[in-house]
């Protein structure tokens, strides 16, 4: 064998459990020698073992999302222990929830607006009045759909990180 392919750089993972890299090193493909960080935050959450094993358990074509995931989830990991990417879910889902409410809310004021415009009886339209135009039949259902978000948005403010 000539030098050059003889020589074979360690990947991040190899380097890191101070050992020689293989050229079937498992690690190689999604641990690359100038991204060390990538492994040292997936070794500490997962462990190389663990990782490995689970690398040889998934098919070749799915592997590199797969190290992308425990990648993701070990920075979520370090930079909150206890709940890891949980924690940002739950921020997301409540990000949504505070939308679909805005949602809901702007919906009631436009079709209150709408009827005022076509009739003079509302010449100061307040908060009850957006709650008849909801009720009406055809908002009935989105009305609804507030009212459950709303009391399912308090129960899992006060229940959501008690295990």
């Not at 998934?58 to 995931?69: C, K, S, T």
């Amino acid at each position: 064998m000539s030098s050059s392919s003889s020589h074979h750089t360690r990947c991040a993972a190899c380097k890191y459990l101070r050992k020689s890299c293989p050229l079937d090193c498992i690690f190689s493909p999604y641990f690359p020698s100038n991204n060390p960080q990538r492994f040292s935050f997936v070794h500490k959450i997962f462990g190389a073992s663990n990782v490995g094993k689970m690398l040889k358990r998934i098919p070749m074509e799915l592997r590199g999302e797969a190290v992308d995931a425990m990648h993701f989830e070990a920075k979520c990991r370090m930079n909150n222990r206890v709940y890891g990417c949980v924690g940002i879910i739950s921020q997301l889902q409540q990000q949504i929830m505070n939308v679909e409410t805005q949602l809901a809310i702007t919906r009631a004021e436009i079709a209150l607006f709408s009827s005022t415009s076509s009739c003079s009886s509302y010449p100061n339209p307040n908060f009850s009045d957006y709650l008849e135009i909801v009720r009406e039949p055809h908002f009935q259902e989105e009305y609804s759909n507030l009212n459950s978000f709303t009391q399912s948005q308090q129960n899992e403010d006060h229940h959501f990180f008690n295990f």
